[in-house]
């Protein structure tokens, strides 16, 4: 199993500005995934962070207002930029187990843009 | 690409009663997970089938894959408040893809 971090686990932006939500992972991992969940909807995947590339990104999901940093095997970043009313969402960081059997995902992100 | 259709979207029971959700896909998948989002959590890992007409048990609740294995089901006996949440099928081909989900509400 994997346990992960994800923080914040809440926050109020104002529209334009931008948040960055980190996410940590107890063991090195290859591939770490982000998702969106709007309210009251499914999982959407934003892009997969691959360690030492850029990340992939899913149709209708770009890099400029999606930045995506992964360091390291254990660690990424997603950032929300320029921020408006329709970003608020849960964003979730997720990972698979080795055999992709099952994913594991962080407690969330709850954003809300006013 | 993949896509999984879910049904019900919501589904409203009594304590007791039993409760099924079905996910279904137009091409052949290699497997699928189901999920469940407690309000207010994250998705947990329940369980995987990936052999043709597989049935798993966890307690109350049934697993069933179909035999042409584009179908899928969740089906919980006699549910609790404590069943109340989001279940969601998602299959693995490069990536995960999610169903819809299902949103069950238990009256006590």
């Known amino acids: 199993s994997a346990v992960i971090s994800q923080k914040p686990s809440r926050d109020i932006c104002q529209r334009g500005t931008s948040l960055t939500i980190q996410c940590q992972v107890d063991?090195?991992?290859?591939?770490m995934f982000w998702y969106r969940q709007q309210p009251g909807q499914s999982l959407t995947l934003i892009a997969t962070?691959?360690?030492?590339?850029?990340?992939?990104?899913e149709s209708g999901f770009v890099i400029d207002k999606f930045p995506i940093s992964r360091p390291n095997l254990t660690f990424s970043t997603l950032t929300v930029s320029n921020m408006s009313p329709e970003d608020s969402s849960i964003y979730l960081c997720?990972?698979?187990?080795?055999?992709?059997?099952?994913?594991?995902f962080g407690q969330g992100t709850r954003l809300t843009v006013v | 690409g993949q896509q999984v259709m879910q049904i019900p979207q919501y589904q409203h029971v009594q304590e007791g009663e039993d409760f099924t959700t079905y996910c279904n896909s137009s091409?052949?998948?290699?497997?699928i997970q189901w999920y469940k989002q407690r309000p207010g959590g994250h998705p947990v890992f329940l369980i995987q089938?990936?052999?043709?007409?597989e049935v798993k048990k966890q307690k109350r609740l049934t697993f069933q894959f179909g035999e042409a294995k584009k179908n899928s089901s969740l089906h919980i006996t006699a549910t609790q408040t404590t069943d109340v949440g989001t279940y969601f099928c998602?299959?693995?081909?490069?990536?995960?893809?999610f169903g819809a989900g299902t949103i069950l509400r238990v009256k006590s």
């Open positions: 997720s990972v698979q187990s080795r055999t992709n059997t099952e994913a594991f």
């Open positions: 063991s090195q991992v290859t591939m």
């Open positions: 962070a691959n360690q030492g590339s850029e990340a992939t990104y």
């Open positions: 091409t052949t998948l290699s497997n």
């Open positions: 089938l990936v052999k043709s007409g």
């Open positions: 998602a299959a693995y081909g490069n990536k995960l893809v």
